[in-house]
């Protein structure tokens, strides 16, 4: 890797750790907005970052024939994750919603599993597997049972890890080859337009502290707009494989940016869990070479 690619692959997972921080300032229920609006804001303002390149490089005219596949993938890559994700945020830590994330390889192993990946099979990533699961199991057992976290919010985060993997897996076998910004500038501004009634339905009684303006800005800028267009040109620099080790990266900044920033305790459940399901997440997503 060139010390351009590894300067921009630690940025992505510098962009897409310090969200979980944002999105948990951001929806306060006492100084910030409601998870829709969040949702609305960060579509749009990622859409404005991303429709004008797509424009430019002229990839958005090819993406725009598959508008039917765009639409399935950003239902479970944007809108239905993110809403999840930030009605769990506020009732859990950002860092614990972080390391919950860290398990989307471990869904997309499966999902590959089930669409006749035999090489999912290998004893390391059935070992991943097991091994990432039971981080899981005992994240998720040992913060219900100190009380340290919500456990429907945190099944809302590894709902949300599910569709990422699912939208990943689909959008890559409809669309192959097509430019990955061009796809997601165009389910953003989808999504964009899908939330638009939130601004009206659920446009918060409450002042809005400056602090959530100023993350709401932040998230749609850096943690979606620049985000994703930097991670795609290191996808194609550096190939998916090695790309998707970004993953555990955006895992260690998100607690560590909860724990530093935010003051969130570093409970039991991630200490015991965190290791488990980088680890896991790890082994279940790496392929033996042939």
Do not use: C
Not at 29 to 45: M, N
Not at 155 to 182: E, N, W
């Amino acid at each position: 890797m060139s010390r351009r690619n590894l300067i921009l692959f630690i940025l992505a997972g510098f962009l897409w750790g310090i969200p979980y921080l944002f999105i948990r300032v951001a929806v306060d229920p006492e100084t910030g907005f409601s998870p829709a609006i969040v949702v609305f804001s960060r579509v749009f303002i990622g859409a404005l970052i991303l429709v004008p390149i797509a424009i430019y490089d002229k990839s958005i005219f090819t993406a725009i024939k598959g508008w039917k596949y765009i639409a399935v993938y950003a239902l479970f890559e944007m809108s239905i994750p993110w809403i999840l994700i930030g009605t769990a945020e506020q009732s859990i830590t950002s860092g614990l919603a972080g390391l919950l994330v860290a398990t989307v390889p471990i869904f997309s192993t499966v999902i590959t599993a089930m669409h006749g990946d035999k090489t999912v099979w290998e004893p390391r990533r059935m070992f991943g597997i097991a091994v990432g699961f039971l981080g899981v199991f005992l994240l998720v057992g040992i913060e219900s049972f100190t009380g340290s976290s919500d456990p429907i919010a945190i099944l809302m985060m590894l709902g949300a890890s599910f569709g990422y993997a699912y939208a990943v897996i689909y959008i890559t076998r409809k669309m192959p080859g097509v430019s990955g910004v061009a796809i997601n500038a165009i389910a953003m501004a989808m999504t964009a337009l899908l939330y638009s009634p939130a601004l009206f339905l659920t446009w918060p009684d409450h002042q809005v502290s400056q602090s959530a303006i100023y993350s709401i800005i932040a998230l749609g800028v850096f943690s979606t707009g620049i985000a994703f267009a930097v991670f795609f040109v290191v996808l194609a620099e550096i190939g998916p494989v090695r790309a998707s080790l970004v993953t555990y990266m955006n895992t260690a900044f998100a607690v560590v940016l909860g724990v530093l920033i935010l003051s969130e305790p570093l409970t039991i459940g991630i200490i015991v869990g965190l290791p488990l399901v980088l680890i896991g997440s790890y082994l279940a997503s790496r392929k033996t070479n042939a």
